[in-house]
């Protein structure tokens, strides 16, 4: 069994971890977004002959911003949480009682995401 990770140290390895991985996840929704582009320019023929498909359209145009605006959303509250690091942590997203107000914050926030 590996050891438990001190409080201090939860939050670096956390951050740490999700800054490694943000080109990766930035690049995936930079990529969605052309796809997305793409099929809208392809069929824009048929968006507009077809109230059903604009409707369809739109309604997956917003499902996909508000995804991609809580991912973006969550790598500034992860970022914020990476620079009080050092202040300990209960857990990654649950704050310990002498944390400072804008760690508590960020930690809240991103345990609704």
Known sequence: ML???PPTGRL????LGWAKWAPVQLTAIVAHGIGGA???LGNKGRLAAQPEARTNTVV???ITLVAAGASLYSGLLGAKMGENAGEGTEGVTEPS???S???KAAQTKQ???
């Open 60 to 62: 997956k145009l917003t």
């Open 12 to 15: 670096s390895l956390s951050s």
């Open 101 to 103: 107000a804008a760690l």
């Open 3 to 5: 050891p438990r990770t």
């Open 38 to 40: 793409g099929l809208i």
């Open 111 to 113: 345990r609704a995401l």
């Open 97 to 99: 009682p002498d944390a």
